[in-house]
């Protein structure tokens, strides 16, 4: 969700949006805007100052298991996933630190 406010900051800035999570304890997290797990906490903080500087209004709601298409196949195992002929992808670290340099200098700018 953090990185969604950041690639659609323009389109969700003064706007009621809907956001769909598939956790239950994300869900809580960010209607009760806190978390007694630290990392979740700053999650929510960060998600919250977001919702403060672009202004928009969040709806949070719980998408079920049944109607998520990403479920099964995070729930796989490796072997699952090898079992039925597909390659295992490994993100080079070069990357994906890339990602998290200029995802970092796009939440800042916001």
Do not use: T
Not at 8 to 17: H, L
Request: proline share 3%; net charge negative.
């Amino acid at each position: 969700m953090i990185m969604s406010c950041v690639a659609f900051a323009d389109d969700i800035s003064s706007k009621f949006i809907y956001i769909h999570v598939d956790n239950v304890a994300a869900q809580s997290a960010l209607i009760n805007a806190g978390s007694v797990n630290h990392s979740s906490r700053s999650l929510v903080y960060l998600f919250l100052d977001f919702e403060q500087r672009l202004k928009f209004v969040p709806w949070i709601s719980r998408v079920a298991s049944a109607s998520n298409i990403a479920d099964g196949p995070s729930r796989s195992s490796m072997d699952e996933v090898e079992s039925l002929g597909a390659e295992c992808f490994s993100f080079p670290k070069e990357v994906f630190r890339f990602i998290i340099q200029e995802f970092i200098k796009k939440s800042e700018s916001i």
